[in-house]
């Protein structure tokens, strides 16, 4: 079998912190803060823009936060947001940049010469599985056919994905074709600047299939503009009771992605205590609940040294699989 722990790990990491982690008294009414900008780091329509704005809108909605602002920052597989907000510390005080497990991988590989140790760990929030999907039109209706697909002709069957070669998406099509025991570096990979131009390419015929965030693919497949042939959860997923999962069809593989919050560099400690506070409080908001099960999210929350513990531990085994699939 085929499994990222670390996706384990993080949900019973999540519940240790959940369980476990203080915050300062909360300020009088369900008020935290009067505003917070979100940066993300690649284009609209991924799943990093899809968190951020989530995010923002339960924060809102709930009253934790005033106003929330979004900025996309585009660039580097992700790396442009990242040294946008080092080199620029002591204006971003106010600024919240979205992540995932890209972070870790990006940094492996070189993409970018910072890590997540080189910014402000505030909080992990969710995870999101990983999804398969092919377009409405597509003759492919499962992952038994796409598997005959890539048999028949490798090279005309490519993948696509929101992440530079190497990267997360790439990663996750290596591990379930190498759990369904095809050859993970034969895949013919195309890489997208974020999901949104992955699921256009995808629709417009470019690539057979695209491995991304399932949440990215739900509202497309509620649509009717593509199936999702396969999900990397244990079990079904309430958001899309009928995606079957890659373990169900015989592809003995599971993958949860984390998505959480980084400031700046020598953010002060009582602003770092206010956003995970704001974070802390959201869970218990139905408008929080709203927002993560239409997009089919785990709550998984790891906060402050928990955060940099899972992560630490996360370099570690992506990094030797990595090494195992040949991308390092």
Not at 90 to 99: A, E
Request: hydrophobic share 45%.
């Amino acid at each position: 079998m085929t499994t990222f722990k670390f996706g384990r790990r993080a949900l019973i990491a999540g519940a240790v912190a959940a369980m476990g982690f203080s915050t300062p008294a909360l300020a009088d009414g369900q008020k935290v803060l009067d505003s917070l900008h979100f940066l993300i780091p690649g284009g609209a329509g991924g799943g990093w823009d899809g968190t951020a704005r989530g995010t923002g809108e339960a924060l809102t909605k709930s009253g934790i936060v005033g106003t929330a602002s979004y900025e996309n920052m585009s660039g580097g597989g992700g790396g442009k947001a990242i040294g946008y907000m080092i080199e620029n510390a002591d204006s971003q005080h106010g600024t919240l940049m979205v992540n995932s497990t890209p972070i870790v991988i990006r940094s492996l590989t070189g993409v970018f010469p910072h890590n997540f140790r080189d910014l402000t760990l505030v909080a992990g929030t969710i995870g999101d599985y990983a999804a398969m999907v092919v377009g409405k039109d597509s003759s492919i209706n499962s992952m038994a056919d796409l598997m005959a697909a890539y048999d028949a002709d490798p090279r005309a069957t490519a993948i696509g994905g929101g992440s530079v070669p190497g990267g997360m998406d790439h990663l996750v099509a290596a591990m379930v074709m190498e759990a369904a025991g095809k050859d993970a570096l034969g895949v013919k990979y195309i890489p997208y600047d974020a999901g949104g131009k992955a699921m256009a390419a995808l629709l417009s015929g470019e690539i057979a299939a695209l491995s991304t965030g399932f949440s990215e693919a739900v509202d497309l497949a509620k649509a009717g503009e593509v199936k999702i042939i396969g999900v990397t959860s244990a079990d079904r997923v309430a958001a899309a009771p009928d995606a079957m999962t890659m373990k169900e069809q015989g592809i003995d593989t599971t993958f949860v992605n984390w998505r959480g919050f980084f400031g700046a560099p020598g953010l002060p400690a009582d602003k770092l205590a206010m956003y995970q506070e704001a974070l802390t409080k959201m869970y218990d908001t139905p408008e929080w609940e709203e927002v993560r099960a239409r997009n089919g999210w785990v709550n998984i929350h790891n906060s402050g040294d928990d955060f940099r513990t899972f992560l630490e531990e996360q370099e570690k085994v992506i990094g030797d699989l990595m090494k195992k699939l040949g991308f390092l």
